[in-house]
């Protein structure tokens, strides 16, 4: 890589100026993708750069200030609590979706019973059959009415349920294929374009309805570029082919800082990169069935000195908390059991008590882009005699062998700021596919408890105690934070978000 960057070095004085005021006298940012994708939907596909731009195209009922800790209005106007089961939504009127469909509540019933019907492909479908119905009481008037009683249930809404078109859907075969073929919502940006080989453009809506303080469009255009090569794409944004590049790794952005035209802004977005374990022995290795080995190899861990050189922004950015939330944007994140510390000849000692005086080897499961972090974490296991083979696959790939129950151990980033409640993490680490590899049932009375506890200070005890058995069991281990880190053309700023403290999303992209 660094050979490739010397070589186009002479050549980027020249040519960095130019096309990027180009680009931005079109108003279009080219934005460097790395796994490019072909539906976009906040229900099928996923994964991060997906995610990028579906916030600026769909839009939730909805949404909650972080930063302020309040409410805000979105597709619905205002709302009420009929009881502890119902919510009552005032709908807004005027509101078209990007084809000129009118939203009104047949959009919201649509879509509650799509995300339910048996037949719909969807990721984590399990969150989806908390509700139970939603009844339309008149054009702009819904009733959702939850299973049973759930204390996040006004974080579901705004957090998971984006909606689509009822008319347009209602037109495929296969209602799976509406972000394939249809992308259409009602945010403050439309697809343009979406394919394979050319890739996404999103475009800002001339009309918007929505409040300009919590949503907006940064720029005219949002372009991204499938360059599933890292090291093309940064040969392309040193040369002026791209403007910006995300989840640029440290030897990227060292690279890159200071080359003309350029510049790096990190955004501490709390995705948590967090490592599980085959607890039950599904997999086939029952090595980790042993809570005494889990520690161990949590103790041979030496977290800062990776932080410091392999996460991007290093421990200025990053954050390491000692549980599986963070304090700044988790509720009831108080647990008091903190994490071992780097220790690795008490964990050779560990180890020994618990029948492996050698060590042992598995199979480490992680998420392609990141691959170096789970190699440092490999090489640092060494020093115990623990040894990692480490298996970065795609998404995918990823999801696939997840749900089979292949994993020895494996680790991800976990968006802990895409829906700031304490249940979170831990229903969605701990249950679901997860419960496989688990099947805690004191923990799971725990998670269940303190989802039906409508009372705030009792929740917080509940959480404490669920978190705390977390470390205690050393079930979970939570690595750091993982900052995005952007390389752009010195044109561009990266603003804050305005509801999520911990996110960014294609809208917050802007000219200076």
């Not at 991204?224 to 890292?230: E, F, H, L, S």
Request: hydrophobic share 40%.
């Amino acid at each position: 890589m660094r050979v490739g960057l010397m070589s186009v070095a002479l050549c980027a004085a020249m040519l960095s100026a130019l096309p990027a005021a180009a680009q931005k006298s079109k108003d279009t940012l080219r934005l460097g993708l790395n796994d490019p994708f072909v539906i976009l939907s906040p229900y099928q596909g996923g994964g991060d750069e997906a995610s990028n731009f579906t916030r600026g195209v769909y839009e939730t009922l909805l949404v909650f200030d972080e930063r302020h800790k309040k409410w805000v209005p979105s597709l619905a106007k205002s709302w009420t609590r009929i009881d502890n089961r119902t919510l009552e939504f005032e709908l807004r009127e005027g509101i078209v979706f990007h084809n000129g469909n009118t939203f009104d509540a047949d959009d919201v019933v649509n879509m509650v019973d799509y995300l339910k019907h048996p037949d719909s492909q969807i990721n984590f479908k399990q969150r989806f059959l908390l509700i139970e119905k939603a009844e339309k009481l008149g054009p702009h008037k819904v009733h959702i009415v939850f299973a049973e009683p759930i204390a996040t249930d006004m974080a579901n809404l705004a957090y998971r349920y984006f909606f689509f078109d009822a008319e347009t859907m209602a037109k495929h075969a296969d209602r799976d294929d509406y972000g394939r073929l249809t992308p259409i919502g009602t945010g403050p940006m439309k697809v343009a374009v979406l394919d394979k080989n050319k890739g996404i453009v999103v475009e800002a809506i001339d009309k918007y309805h929505g409040d300009k303080t919590y949503f907006r469009a940064g720029m005219k255009r949002v372009h991204g570029v499938p360059i599933p090569d890292r090291q093309t794409q940064i040969a392309q944004l040193v040369t002026g082919g791209i403007d910006m590049i995300r989840n640029a790794s440290p030897d990227d952005t060292r690279e890159l800082d200071g080359k003309p035209n350029l510049d790096v802004t990190y955004s501490a977005v709390l995705n948590l990169y967090y490592m599980g374990f085959d607890v039950r022995g599904k997999s086939g290795i029952n090595v980790f069935g042993d809570e005494r080995v889990r520690r161990a190899l949590w103790m041979s861990i030496d977290r800062e000195a990776i932080v410091k050189y392999i996460v991007p922004g290093g421990l200025k950015v990053a954050e390491m908390s000692q549980w599986l939330c963070f304090k700044t944007t988790t509720p009831d994140c108080n647990p008091t059991v903190p994490l071992p510390k780097f220790d690795p000849e008490g964990a050779k000692k560990l180890l020994a008590e618990a029948g492996y005086p050698n060590g042992f080897e598995y199979n480490y499961y992680v998420t392609a882009p990141h691959r170096a972090i789970a190699e440092a974490i490999a090489g640092s296991l060494l020093k115990a005699g623990i040894r990692a083979n480490v298996r970065p696959v795609p998404l995918s790939v990823y999801r696939k062998e997840q749900v089979e129950g292949k994993f020895n151990a494996w680790s991800t980033v976990f968006p802990t700021g895409g829906f700031p409640d304490a249940s979170n993490n831990l229903d969605t680490l701990i249950l679901g596919h997860f419960d496989q590899y688990y099947g805690d049932e004191d923990l799971k009375k725990l998670l269940s408890d303190g989802l039906a506890e409508f009372d705030e200070k009792k929740r917080a005890a509940i959480y404490h105690q669920a978190y705390d058995m977390v470390n205690r069991k050393s079930y979970l281990y939570p690595f750091s934070s993982i900052p995005n880190a952007y390389v752009h053309t010195k044109d561009i700023r990266i603003m804050d978000n305005p509801y999520m403290a911990g996110e960014t999303s294609v809208t917050d992209y802007a000219w200076k």
